[in-house]
């Protein structure tokens, strides 16, 4: 996919649950702890490049729980990881 963020993002907990649902508890957690200690050591400046560094089979459910980080991350954070374009998620 060429712009797998923008495919797959929300900022609906409600999609995320459900979407959660559909891959499996399991799957799911698996996945949002890779992704969070990832963004968690992710230095300013940097970003992960989605379409280049997770697998096609694996990028939607990457996204949703990079949505899940960014939704929770503390509102005063001077570094946030926010998506960056149709590709990347950056920590600033």
């Not at 060429?2 to 907990?13: D, E, G, K, V």
């Not at 300013?44 to 949505?67: A, I, N, W």
Request: proline content about 5%; aromatic content about 12%; some cysteine.
């Amino acid at each position: 996919m060429n712009n797998p963020i923008l495919a797959y993002r929300t900022a609906s907990f409600e999609e995320l649950e459900a979407y959660r649902d559909k891959v499996g508890r399991d799957v799911w957690r698996d996945m949002e702890v890779k992704v969070f200690q990832a963004l968690e050591i992710l230095q300013p400046g940097r970003f992960y490049d989605v379409s280049r560094q997770v697998k096609e089979e694996q990028q939607e459910l990457f996204v949703k729980c990079c949505c899940v980080y960014i939704l929770e991350q503390a509102p005063d954070n001077p570094h946030p990881v926010m998506f960056h374009d149709g590709n990347t998620v950056k920590r600033y």
